[in-house]
């Protein structure tokens, strides 16, 4: 018996060129999986989207950033084009893509003679990267392509507005995740390719743990911080407080200073609402881990 026209979705009702530009709406993630799995018209219409609509630059870079950084050679001016239009489409989805990246979720590299072993990409830094592991290829191609979407410092406000992507991807995962400190990696790399090592240092001298890594207190607490103008932008007061919280790290008698922090940041926020709202937030976290503390004493 004929389907009914109806019963046939809108991929058999409009034209290619038209399902091509409506999952252009979509976000990139969603064109990226799971439009592909509804049907072969939609997975034509997302492969196509990907590879000429809004979201071809991502695409670039999610499939040849690492691969044309991790190879040591300066990038061409059209590869630096790519990945600049990219940062400037979404700078979020880009770090976020890296961050899937980093957990080896998806294949980054091109295969051939000029490619890279795709173990190469397998977990970031817990690999010896210091001692010429995984890592020592992977956590270099991001900072090579970091300083090449943000090449100053002055990028530090625009960095921190799209680390809110980042911060809550790890939220949603819970108390589990080990990416606690990912931002403060992302932060600490690029810092380190500029050259501006001392926004973000090591409270243990020549040990390369991640968990090593804080961003200096004065500039935290300065209100003329762009890491502040950043933070204006995020919508959840609630995941600036634990993005603060996984800059540094803290000593028991030093948590009442994410409120300071807070306060400082949020000073000249134009909305000051969404700037009370923060100081709350970080107020809370500030008690919910004093809390936390007091029940591991008492246990």
Same mark, same amino acid.
């Given at each position: 018996?004929?389907?009914?026209?109806? /019963?046939?979705?809108?991929?058999?009702?409009? &034209? &290619?060129?038209?399902? =091509?530009?409506?999952?252009?709406?979509?976000?990139?993630?969603?064109? $990226?999986?799971?439009?592909?799995?509804?049907?072969?018209?939609?997975?034509?219409? +997302?492969?196509?989207?990907?590879?000429?609509?809004?979201?071809? &630059?991502?695409?670039?870079?999610?499939?040849?950033?690492?691969?044309?950084?991790?190879?040591?050679?300066?990038?061409?001016?059209?590869?630096?084009? /790519?990945?600049?239009?990219?940062?400037?489409l979404d700078p979020? /989805?880009? %770090?976020?893509?890296?961050?899937?990246?980093?957990?080896?979720?998806?294949?980054?590299?091109?295969?051939? #003679?000029?490619?890279?072993?795709?173990?190469?990409?397998?977990?970031?830094?817990?690999? +010896?990267?210091?001692?010429?592991?995984?890592?020592?290829?992977? *956590? &270099?191609?991001?900072?090579?392509?970091?300083?090449?979407? =943000?090449?100053?410092?002055?990028? %530090?406000?625009?960095?921190?507005?799209? %680390?809110? *992507?980042?911060?809550?991807?790890?939220?949603?995962?819970?108390?589990?995740?080990?990416?606690?400190?990912?931002?403060?990696?992302?932060? @600490?790399?690029?810092?380190?390719?500029?050259?501006? @090592? +001392?926004?973000?240092?090591?409270?243990?001298?020549?040990?390369?743990?991640?968990?090593?890594l804080m961003m200096?207190?004065? =500039?935290?607490?300065?209100?003329?911080?762009?890491?502040? @103008?950043? %933070?204006?932008?995020?919508? =959840? #007061?609630?995941?600036?407080?634990?993005?603060?919280?996984?800059?540094?790290?803290?000593?028991?008698?030093?948590? $009442? *200073?994410?409120?300071?922090?807070?306060?400082?940041?949020?000073?000249?926020? /134009?909305?000051?609402?969404?700037?009370?709202?923060?100081?709350?937030?970080?107020?809370?976290?500030?008690?919910?881990?004093?809390?936390?503390?007091?029940?591991? @004493?008492?246990?």
């Amino acid at each position: 018996m004929p389907r009914r026209r109806s /019963q046939t979705g809108f991929t058999g009702i409009l &034209p &290619p060129e038209l399902v =091509e530009r409506c999952l252009e709406f979509l976000p990139f993630e969603e064109v $990226h999986t799971n439009a592909k799995q509804v049907s072969k018209a939609m997975r034509s219409a +997302a492969r196509r989207c990907l590879t000429r609509g809004r979201w071809r &630059p991502l695409k670039y870079v999610v499939e040849n950033a690492m691969v044309t950084n991790a190879l040591e050679r300066p990038s061409s001016a059209a590869e630096t084009a /790519q990945f600049r239009e990219a940062w400037a489409l979404d700078p979020g /989805q880009v %770090l976020l893509e890296l961050v899937v990246l980093w957990n080896n979720k998806r294949e980054s590299h091109a295969e051939g #003679p000029n490619g890279i072993a795709s173990a190469t990409f397998w977990i970031w830094d817990r690999g +010896a990267w210091d001692r010429g592991g995984v890592g020592a290829v992977f *956590r &270099p191609s991001v900072a090579r392509f970091l300083a090449l979407v =943000e090449p100053s410092i002055d990028g %530090l406000g625009r960095l921190t507005m799209a %680390l809110e *992507r980042v911060e809550r991807y790890l939220v949603k995962k819970g108390p589990g995740r080990f990416e606690t400190v990912m931002p403060i990696k992302f932060l @600490s790399l690029w810092t380190e390719r500029l050259g501006e @090592s +001392a926004l973000v240092t090591r409270w243990l001298p020549g040990y390369a743990g991640n968990e090593n890594l804080m961003m200096n207190l004065d =500039e935290l607490l300065n209100p003329e911080s762009l890491v502040g @103008s950043g %933070l204006e932008s995020w919508a =959840e #007061p609630s995941d600036m407080a634990s993005f603060i919280f996984w800059l540094r790290e803290w000593d028991s008698d030093e948590i $009442h *200073r994410l409120s300071d922090i807070a306060l400082a940041l949020s000073m000249n926020w /134009q909305d000051r609402q969404k700037s009370g709202a923060f100081v709350a937030a970080a107020v809370f976290f500030v008690a919910r881990l004093r809390s936390d503390l007091d029940e591991e @004493s008492a246990a």
